[in-house]
């Protein structure tokens, strides 16, 4: 295999739970405890900006209710992402994909996008997410990892931008997984942390898929993914684990 670019350690959606989700502050939080990779994830606004947000829905982590995907980016710019985790950040918006591209470039880090579409919109998102990381890592020496969980977001990704390398996410080890981690031309595989085994990380290694794992936040569960030889980590745990 050729050498994996990305650092071993991955902050889930910029700094775990000690930040909010998804925004800069998170991505600047995860940075001041040493991370220099990152994993977040990317929809699209009704108007086809691409922005962070993991829910389908806004209530969670905004003061407002709905589908997240029915509103333009002018409406969700405006939306206070921050004040939800605590007062610290009250005020903290969603940013854009190239708003986090900008920065991650700036301080020269790793990216993980994860494609997270709208129901009934994944080609789309997969489309226009690809375009966009394309163009925004146009010339940089590490582009970003595309994944997803939604094979039909991973396809359209793959159509519009197959140089930019991509893996699949799995919470179930469903039939036909690997089948289709190879039709997509899949350079990982990022599983749920309890599905990784001798067993699945000897599978991967023969069909020449990296192994990453999500999400990872106990000190003994880390070490026994590290023995098996895992590529990536992604934790929530920014303020136990040391990345260095």
């Given at each position: 295999?050729?050498?994996?670019?990305?650092?071993?350690?991955?902050?889930?959606?910029?700094?775990?739970?000690?930040?909010?989700?998804?925004?800069?502050?998170?991505?600047?939080?995860?940075?001041?405890?040493g991370?220099?990779?990152?994993?977040?994830?990317?929809?699209?606004?009704?108007?086809?900006?691409?922005?962070?947000?993991?829910?389908?829905?806004?209530?969670?982590?905004?003061?407002?209710?709905?589908?997240?995907?029915?509103?333009?980016?002018?409406?969700?710019?405006?939306?206070?992402?921050?004040?939800?985790?605590?007062?610290?950040?009250?005020?903290?918006?969603?940013?854009t994909?190239?708003?986090?591209?900008?920065?991650?470039?700036?301080?020269?880090?790793?990216?993980?996008i994860?494609?997270?579409?709208?129901?009934?919109?994944?080609?789309?998102?997969?489309?226009?997410?690809?375009?966009?990381?394309?163009?925004?890592?146009?010339?940089?020496?590490?582009?970003?990892?595309?994944?997803?969980?939604?094979?039909?977001?991973?396809?359209?990704?793959q159509?519009?931008?197959?140089?930019?390398?991509?893996?699949?996410?799995?919470?179930?080890?469903?039939?036909?997984?690997?089948?289709?981690?190879?039709?997509?031309?899949?350079?990982?595989?990022?599983?749920?942390?309890?599905?990784?085994?001798?067993?699945?990380?000897?599978?991967?290694?023969?069909?020449?898929?990296?192994?990453?794992?999500?999400?990872?936040?106990d000190?003994?569960?880390?070490?026994?993914?590290?023995?098996?030889?895992?590529?990536?980590?992604?934790?929530?745990?920014?303020?136990?684990?040391?990345?260095?």
């Amino acid at each position: 295999m050729t050498p994996w670019p990305y650092p071993l350690w991955i902050a889930h959606r910029g700094a775990g739970k000690l930040a909010p989700e998804n925004t800069l502050a998170a991505f600047r939080l995860g940075a001041a405890h040493g991370y220099r990779a990152f994993e977040c994830d990317v929809k699209l606004s009704a108007d086809e900006v691409p922005f962070l947000l993991h829910d389908a829905t806004l209530e969670r982590t905004t003061p407002q209710s709905g589908s997240a995907g029915e509103r333009r980016w002018e409406a969700l710019s405006q939306l206070d992402a921050g004040a939800w985790h605590s007062r610290t950040y009250a005020g903290e918006p969603m940013p854009t994909l190239a708003a986090i591209a900008a920065y991650v470039q700036h301080n020269r880090f790793a990216l993980n996008i994860e494609i997270k579409p709208t129901p009934g919109h994944e080609a789309r998102t997969g489309e226009v997410v690809a375009q966009h990381a394309q163009r925004l890592w146009a010339g940089q020496p590490l582009p970003p990892l595309l994944s997803s969980f939604r094979p039909e977001a991973l396809a359209a990704a793959q159509a519009a931008a197959p140089e930019l390398p991509r893996a699949l996410l799995l919470d179930t080890l469903w039939d036909g997984w690997s089948g289709v981690a190879r039709a997509l031309s899949c350079v990982a595989v990022v599983s749920k942390h309890t599905l990784m085994d001798a067993a699945l990380r000897g599978q991967l290694r023969e069909a020449g898929l990296r192994a990453l794992c999500y999400t990872v936040n106990d000190v003994a569960e880390a070490e026994r993914l590290k023995a098996l030889g895992i590529d990536g980590l992604i934790t929530d745990a920014v303020d136990r684990f040391s990345p260095a």
